[in-house]
Structures are given as structure tokens and as C-alpha cells.
């Protein structure tokens, strides 16, 4: 509006810790950004489950929060290269009745993925270390 810039910063993650969604908006209204947002895409499996108690670990938790203020900067500096006029609008609307898969049925299903990895690797190291074992014999005999 009236050629103020806005940015809408989406990180692959889970919840943000205090203080770091100020810090990266901060850094982006230095560059002439107005107006943003941070969203997270809150899935809990991009980052698997860790040994913490809340089983992940919250963006800006582990990572350098200048670093990926850096990286954010670097991304808003060549979208800044190529914007656009746009038209822009939103709706409300509230659907009822609506059933979600909660938080416990979405963490059960990613430690159920990574169980079955975990097996997998266990039954598969062993095959493929015989069927290598084979083939060298193989090879020797001939």
C-alpha cells in the first residue's frame, strides 16, 4: 500500500522460542520492509522428534538466531529484486464440524516412521553386508 513493502517469512519448524519473531522483524524493517509476519509451518516432523520433553525443538532453540536472521535478510534482499504490483485481499470464513488429527495421533506417527526406519536400518545393514561378503566371494573364486 502506497509502495510500503510487507514480507510474510514462512520457516519449516515448530513454534518459535520469545523474543526472535521481534529480533527478525526488526532486522527486516531495517531493510525497508514495513510490515510482516513470521509463521511457522508447526508440523512436527520436518525435524523428527528429539530427546527433549516437548519432543522437538522450537526454531531459534539450537540455531544462531543472527545467523538465521542473516539467512532471512539474504532471502527478503533478492525477493526485493523482482517485486511486483499486486492486488490483495482475505476472506473469513469458520467451518464447523471440522476434525483435525491432534498432537499426540501426529507425534505418535512420527515416532511410528521413525521406528520403522530405525528397524529397517537394523534388518537391512546385515543383508546387505552378507549379500557384499557373497559378491566378494564371488569375485575371488573366479
Not at 119 to 128: D, E, H, N, Q, Y
Amino acid at each position: 500500500i502506497n509502495n510500503e513493502k510487507a514480507a510474510y517469512v514462512i520457516i519449516d519448524g515448530n513454534n518459535m522460542v520469545p523474543g526472535l519473531r521481534e529480533k527478525i522483524l526488526k532486522a527486516l524493517n531495517s531493510m525497508g520492509i514495513k510490515d510482516g509476519e513470521i509463521f511457522t509451518t508447526d508440523t512436527h516432523c520436518v525435524n523428527a522428534l528429539t530427546l527433549s520433553r516437548r519432543g522437538y525443538h522450537p526454531i531459534g532453540e539450537v540455531i544462531d538466531h543472527e545467523k538465521l536472521i542473516e539467512y532471512i535478510q539474504s532471502a527478503a534482499a533478492v525477493a526485493m529484486t523482482d517485486l511486483q504490483p499486486v492486488k490483495i485481499g482475505f476472506r473469513k470464513a469458520s467451518i464447523s464440524k471440522l476434525r483435525v488429527i491432534g498432537r499426540n495421533a501426529l507425534e505418535k506417527l512420527c515416532l511410528l516412521t521413525d521406528e520403522a526406519f530405525q528397524t529397517a536400518k537394523k534388518v537391512l545393514i546385515p543383508i546387505f553386508s552378507f549379500t557384499a561378503f557373497l559378491l566378494v566371494t564371488l569375485i575371488l573364486i573366479m
